[in-house]
């Protein structure tokens, strides 16, 4: 795993920039104007991915829709983002994007972007409405949701290995993170 890359210049960045960008197998997000740019993920981080992707989809009722990454998610014309799982409306997808804030966005740490993550990922996702958070930790494995409160996030729960999350949003699961390593 690389580390991550911020481009900066005068002025901010705009979706047509990051659009522009070539392809080159790393996830670029605008953040506040600013276009991030980080490597592909590693082993754990996967796996973790698709267990969770697999338990969301089988739990998920319908009208609603689980997607993995990448798929980009329009929260304002300054950021658009990449999470690594979301839950959103059927009806709210366009053919390359959700133009809005997804019901639950989920992020997997990894040491280069565990701070983006926890702090500026959060917020950005806060500020659009998006309804919950949740942050799985591959190297614990744990996992933290955190639920939109008057336009904040509050921690709703915590789980790490073998101990159970239960939670109602986007729509009743149980996870174990542990389990999400098998």
């Known amino acids: 795993m690389g580390a991550m890359t911020v481009l900066a210049r005068t ?3 705009t979706r047509e920039d990051l ?4 392809d080159d197998g790393h996830r670029h997000e605008l953040l506040d104007g600013t276009i991030v740019v980080t490597p592909s993920p590693g082993l754990r981080h ?3 991915s698709l267990a969770l992707a697999v338990l969301l989809v089988n739990a998920c009722p319908e ?3 689980v997607l993995t990454a990448p798929f980009d998610v329009v929260l304002s014309p300054r950021t658009l983002v990449v999470p690594d799982l979301l839950v959103a409306r059927r009806g709210d997808f366009t053919d390359k994007d959700l133009p809005r ?3 639950l966005a989920v992020e997997i740490l990894s040491p280069s972007t565990r701070r983006i993550d926890l702090t500026l990922k959060r917020d950005l996702y806060a500020e659009a409405g998006t309804a919950a958070y949740w ?4 190297a614990v494995p744990s996992i933290t949701t955190w639920a939109l409160r008057a336009g904040t996030f509050e921690q709703t729960g915590y789980a790490a290995g073998p101990d159970s999350l239960s939670t109602d949003l986007p729509f009743p699961v149980t996870i174990c993170p ?3 390593l098998r």
Not at 19 to 22: C, K, L, N
Not at 135 to 138: A, G, I, T, W, Y
């Open 63 to 65: 009208g609603l829709q």
């Open 11 to 13: 002025g901010e960045f």
């Open 178 to 180: 542990g389990d999400l």
């Open 101 to 103: 804030a997804p019901l």
């Open 46 to 48: 996967q796996r973790m």
């Open 135 to 138: 942050v799985l930790d591959p």
């Open 19 to 22: 659009v522009a960008m070539p």
